[in-house]
């Protein structure tokens, strides 16, 4: 039941509602509205549903002054208290109580069928909150019982966090076909071009001749190796030229009364 010290809430206010006297009912098969005066109602007013706690009223006031004409007070829904009619949706039976604790079940009904609805949703949603709070209540009262998970720090015990201290993976520097770095050019300067095929550091090849005293004073000319040596001072690539290490050693002067001899 409501305690004093709850609040009461209105749930739903229907105005038009009529009251009929219903006979007792003879079988277990249920309350039929046709059976009833529908015609005639014994009593016509404005319908209240209020809610105090777990438990919800249904109220019947006159429509002009709000006087109490019955309540019902609704513990479950669907339950004993309000029950539909196996004919109509339009129609319920009450159980009223008045302050003595008598009861006695009476008829109601409505004009439209969506204030019929209404009520009904009125109590299944007021019901279906009842349901969830004793679920609540009961998953609290077994966890209170339970044994409790200690998430807390030992005596002594600590706790260290690294944050930010992540790995740096070094970026692979761009190499050349030959594995080294690729040199800036010097500052200002301009790539001297190659050397012409006419100062090649290579042997000349002399020409035979028709005789052979013209060979013989060809060779005597022609006893040493043409070497072309480029400036250092005008070329600014000179040490990229060739070594003189890598050309072959000139051929040494010999005496020409060796060749004459020969």
């Known amino acids: 039941m409501a305690t004093e010290g709850e609040y009461e809430s209105i749930l739903c206010v229907k105005p038009d509602v009529n009251v009929y006297r219903i006979p007792p009912r003879a079988t277990n098969r249920g309350y039929r509205a046709a059976d009833w005066k529908l015609d005639a109602p ?3 007013g404005r319908m209240r549903i209020t809610a105090k706690g ?11 002054s709000g006087e109490l004409f019955a309540q019902a007070p609704v513990e479950e829904y669907p339950g004993i208290t309000v029950e539909t009619v196996s ?23 409505f004009g439209d069928r969506g204030d019929a609805f209404d009520f009904n949703v009125a109590l299944q949603d007021h019901f279906k ?3 969830q709070e004793n679920e609540l209540s009961k998953s609290a009262q077994s ?12 005596e002594g015990q600590t ?5 930010g201290q992540g790995k740096k993976r070094d970026k692979p520097r761009p190499q050349g076909s030959g594995g080294f770095g690729l040199l800036p050019p010097p500052p200002g300067g301009k790539i001297a071009p ?14 035979t001749g028709g005789t052979a005293t013209g060979c013989l004073l060809e060779l005597d000319s022609s006893n040493s190796n043409t070497v072309v ?19 072959p050693p000139p051929a040494r002067q010999q005496n020409s009364t060796n060749w004459i001899q020969f």
Do not use: C, M
């Open 42 to 44: 014994d009593w016509s």
């Open 54 to 64: 777990k438990v919800a009223y249904i109220k019947l006031e006159d429509k002009v």
């Open 87 to 109: 004919d109509s949706s339009r129609y319920f039976v009450l159980r009223i109580q008045d302050d003595n604790g008598r009861s006695a079940f009476i008829g109601v009904g």
């Open 129 to 131: 909150w009842v349901k």
């Open 143 to 154: 966890g209170d019982s339970g044994p409790k998970l200690d998430l807390g720090f030992k």
């Open 159 to 163: 706790i260290t966090l690294n944050i």
């Open 194 to 207: 190659p050397p012409s095929s006419g100062s090649s550091n290579h042997n000349t090849v002399p020409q």
């Open 229 to 247: 040596q480029s400036n250092p001072s005008s070329d600014l690539w000179g040490d990229f030229s060739t070594p003189a290490s890598s050309l």
